[in-house]
């Protein structure tokens, strides 16, 4: 199984920027997608961005032109660039890793990372 460890949050103030990264124990190029997702108390997981082993980007419509998921297969690590940052952004983000070898159903998660915005 692989192993998701995410780093990188922290408190930021508004307006400000933050780059979380996903490293990944094994390598990345045999997952069909790779993604940040995020949640807050009390609402369910939603997801931020996700980047396919051909390089497609899909993003939440709340972070298109802020963020920008990015992907290097050497270093097998996952980033996802977040600017102008809002109170709204407030969350833990879990990186995701599916697919293994076009397997539909796998499905790993990190144990998350902290942003915090000030205002």
């Known amino acids: 199984q692989v192993q998701l460890v995410e780093s990188g949050g922290g408190l930021v103030q508004a307006g400000g920027s933050l780059r979380l990264s996903c490293a990944a124990s094994?390598?990345?190029?045999?997952?069909?997608?790779m993604g940040w997702y995020r949640q807050i108390p009390e609402k369910q997981r939603e997801l931020v961005a996700t980047i396919t082993s051909g390089g497609s980007t899909t993003y939440a419509d709340s972070v298109k032109g802020r963020f920008t998921i990015s992907r290097d297969n050497a270093k097998n690590t996952v980033d996802l660039q977040m600017n102008s940052l809002k109170s709204e952004d407030r969350a833990v983000y879990y990186c995701?890793?599916?697919?293994?070898?076009?397997?539909?159903?796998?499905?790993?998660w990190g144990q998350g990372t902290q942003v915090t915005v000030s205002s």
């Open positions: 995701n890793a599916r697919g293994w070898l076009g397997l539909p159903d796998y499905n790993r």
């Open positions: 094994r390598s990345i190029v045999n997952f069909s997608a």
